[in-house]
């Protein structure tokens, strides 16, 4: 039986960092007030001009060089976003032009954070159907080209960047073992971007209303988040006979450190256990996943049970039983 794995990762970030210090000079916020609520210090923050198939771009090229992979045996970019560069066509098409991949086909996929996680599940399909052997994931975001960096209540919490996986065959037993993957629209009120869509096209009222920002009702967020990420990764490790020692790491989507927190204290997970960026980056929405990954793989060993969880826009949620595929001295040139 075909099994999809990991085979590589990568990450761009962009250069310019922006603190909570200077946030708390553009709104009436504190460095203390988003530490404490929300464990986050800095963020990353793409150039005006330049969309999220930048990072992406570059993510790309990076993993390609690191895995020795030539862009022509590339068979299949899926690119998860909510920032796509532009409405169409598909950041995924722009991101395979500039690093030249164009003997295969890709698209976008928007499931709102817990795109990487949703992407990986499709991407593994793909793979373990046997006709496709070099599957790239990339999750991409420029957040802040959505952020009203007048609204204290979500500026200070996304960022920018994008990190990118590579996804291979395997007949040994590694890769995407389980999944469990759920939408609920109900959640939609409560964290959505009201303008720019087909329902409510661009227009001057929709700009001076400041409708073509992120909506987020943080609370009722908040909560959902906290419940559907335990309750479905405690399912998958329930019917995978999995128990917390069983598992290397936890990887959740970073929204807020005392999500993360509540989590893993609702699944046993020790925090050593617990793979957390979010001081560094922000929430980068698709990006979280694999820049975890990319932050942890020199501590991964093959045969390393993960457990990855997310929980975003839509609503969105799920969770992934994934069995790390190689050690940290591989060699890709092989
Ligand atoms: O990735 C997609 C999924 N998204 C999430 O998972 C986000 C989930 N939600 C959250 O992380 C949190 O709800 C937030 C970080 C968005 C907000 O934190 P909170 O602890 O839920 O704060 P709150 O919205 O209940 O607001 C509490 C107070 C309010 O003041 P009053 O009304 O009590 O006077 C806010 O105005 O905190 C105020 N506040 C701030 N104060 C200083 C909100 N933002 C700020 C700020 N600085 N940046």
Redesign the pocket.
């Known amino acids: 039986m075909i099994k999809a794995t990991i085979t590589g990762v990568e990450a761009s970030l962009p250069e310019y960092i922006l603190t909570n210090e200077e946030?708390?000079r553009m709104?009436?916020?504190?460095d203390e007030?988003?530490m404490t609520?929300?464990g986050i210090r800095e963020r990353r923050i793409i150039e005006e001009g330049k969309g999220a198939s930048s990072v992406g771009a570059q993510a790309v090229e990076k993993l390609l060089k690191k895995t020795g992979t030539k862009p022509e045996e590339v068979d299949f970019v899926l690119c998860a976003t909510v920032t796509p560069d532009h409405q169409f066509p598909a950041t995924a098409n722009i991101i395979m032009d500039k690093c030249g991949i164009r003997n295969g086909f890709g698209f976008d996929l928007n499931a709102?954070?817990s795109g990487f996680l949703y992407g990986l599940v499709t991407a593994a399909r793909f793979v373990e159907s046997g006709h496709y052997k070099k599957v790239i994931l990339v999750g991409a975001e420029k957040m802040s080209s959505i952020v009203d960096y007048t609204d204290?209540?979500?500026?200070?919490?996304?960022g920018d960047g994008a990190g990118a996986v590579l996804i291979e065959p395997t007949t040994e037993n590694f890769g995407v073992m389980d999944s469990i993957l759920l939408s609920d629209g109900v959640g939609r009120v409560h964290?959505h971007q009201k303008a720019g869509g087909s329902v409510s096209p661009a227009s001057h009222d929709t700009i001076d209303n400041r409708e073509h920002f992120i909506y987020?009702?943080?609370?009722?967020?908040?909560k959902?988040?906290v419940s559907q990420m335990a309750d479905t990764s405690l399912e998958l490790m329930r019917r995978n006979n999995l128990s917390a020692d069983d598992i290397a790491y936890l990887v959740p989507?970073?929204?807020?450190l005392?999500?993360i927190d509540a989590v893993g204290k609702r699944m046993d997970f020790p925090p050593e256990k617990v793979m957390v960026n979010i001081e560094k980056y922000g929430?980068t929405?698709a990006a979280?996943l694999p820049l975890c990954l990319w932050e942890w793989e020199s501590k991964l060993k093959k045969g390393d049970n993960l457990l990855l969880t997310?929980?975003?826009?839509g609503f969105t949620w799920g969770a992934a039983y994934l069995k790390w595929g190689y050690d940290p001295d591989v060699n890709y040139e092989l």
Request: charged share 10%.
């Open positions: 946030l708390s709104v009436d916020t504190t007030w988003i609520r929300i709102g954070c204290r209540a979500t500026c200070c919490i996304f964290l987020q009702e943080g609370q009722a967020v908040f959902w988040a989507h970073q929204a807020n005392r999500i929430n929405t979280t997310t929980f975003g826009a």
